[in-house]
């Protein structure tokens, strides 16, 4: 059982910069990030394997950045030119190869005041 730490969330203006942390307890495929505002399904914002392919929303694109570091099975979510359509709890996801197990955190509260 893979366990999934995240840190990072809060308030910011929009146009402001936030950054998501995420550790894994052992080593995981992929990881990425979800989020979800109430009343809506689960959105995919970014994925990112072992071995650095990368997924992004196209909401996203261009303002965030996933990325990565193997040697701690830490993921990161640099975002920045945040607007209050942003505002959502953001997950922490890892999948085994093949996807055969999934895994979530908590979840982190973004907030982007307009």
């Known amino acids: 059982q893979v366990q999934l730490v995240e840190s990072g969330g809060g308030l910011v203006q929009a146009g402001g910069s936030l950054r998501l942390s995420c550790a894994a307890s052992?080593?995981?495929?992929?990881m990425g990030w979800y989020r979800q505002v109430p009343g809506k399904q689960r959105e995919l914002v970014a994925t990112?394997?072992?071995?650095?392919?990368?997924n992004y929303a196209d909401s996203v694109k261009g303002r965030f950045t996933i990325s990565r570091d193997n040697a701690k099975n830490t993921v990161y979510l640099q975002m920045n030119s945040l607007k209050p359509e942003d505002t959502a709890v953001y997950y922490c996801?890892?999948?085994?190869?093949?996807?055969?197990?999934?895994?979530w955190g908590q979840g982190t509260q973004v907030t982007v005041s307009s």
């Open positions: 052992g080593s995981i495929f992929s």
């Open positions: 990112i394997t072992s071995g650095g392919s990368i």
């Open positions: 996801n890892g999948k085994t190869f093949f996807a055969t197990r999934e895994y």
